[in-house]
């Protein structure tokens, strides 16, 4: 029924400014719309709509996660911008500075940040 149509993620944040500026500055998204609403980002080929919501932040789960060929590269540069990285204690993946691998031989790796109301997004590498 829904496989032939486009899935859109809505991220909800509480100052639509603040996110904007994270989104383009700190991540490096292209903006590509803006109503009433919200903002549309874009970001490989793919849209998001960033939206203001009292409920901003309260999902303590993944909201998305980028597939990265240099995870390294990509978490240096975000700390250098000022970007705070969570370190979860998973029994499968060892720490590893700020990033989590997988596996005896690295076989994948992942970090994970939120942007400026909480919401939480991932890197991933071999994923």
Known sequence: ????????AMIAVKDIE???KFYIE????????????????????VSFFVYVSEFA???????????????EGIVADLKAKGVEFIHYDFEWA???GDIHVMGDNA???AAWFAD??????GLNWGM
């Open 1 to 8: 029924m829904l496989a032939d149509y486009k899935i859109q």
């Open 18 to 20: 603040v996110a904007r």
């Open 26 to 45: 700190t991540l490096g998204l292209k903006q590509t719309g803006e109503n009433q609403g919200g903002v549309s980002f874009e970001s490989g080929g």
């Open 57 to 71: 932040g309260t999902n303590k789960a993944t909201t998305a996660s980028w597939n990265v060929e240099d995870i």
């Open 94 to 96: 060892k720490l590893e």
């Open 107 to 109: 076989e994948a790796k």
């Open 116 to 121: 400026p109301d909480g919401n939480i997004f």
